[in-house]
């Protein structure tokens, strides 16, 4: 079983409020990956990349976030998204409590694991942006 980094932020420092401090990590210094046509950031370790994170989400259209029901921040999470054909698109591990994707307008399918457990949610992209959508697991072991 894949060990996980319980990242010891708050929640509050990855509120989803406006950004009022200058950065030192701009959303443009966020390393933007892509798999099969989909382009992807993964992170928000730290308080300045998770504000970078923040800042950039109002260009994507999916934004995930992974934390324990305990109010702690997961990295390490298997991260699968796909379409409603099970065509899969990502696959992918978010080495952060943060994920930002640019998806076409459709539904999703999102499982999200950690230590090989977690949920399942369907998504609809097209309306408001980002999708935010927050992945909570309870009583997670901490390790």
């Not at 401090?21 to 443009?28: F, R």
């Not at 990349?49 to 109010?71: I, R, S």
């Not at 499982?111 to 998504?123: E, I, L, N, Y």
């Amino acid at each position: 079983m894949k060990r996980m980094k319980l990242l010891a932020t708050s929640l509050f420092a990855l509120s989803l409020g406006p950004v009022g401090v200058v950065l030192a990590t701009h959303p443009d210094a966020l390393e933007v990956q892509t798999q099969n046509g989909i382009d992807y950031v993964a992170g928000g370790i730290g308080k300045e990349q998770a504000e970078a994170m923040k800042v950039a989400a109002h260009d994507y259209d999916l934004m995930l976030t992974f934390a324990t029901d305990a109010g702690k921040y997961l990295a390490d999470i298997d991260l699968q998204i796909d379409d409603m054909n099970g065509n899969t698109l990502l696959n992918t591990v978010s080495e952060g409590p943060l994920f930002l994707a640019k998806l076409p307008v459709g539904r999703y399918k999102i499982t999200a694991s950690a230590q090989g457990t977690g949920p399942a949610r369907v998504v609809d992209i097209g309306g408001e942006r980002p999708m935010k959508v927050v992945f909570q697991w309870s009583g997670y072991a901490m390790n």
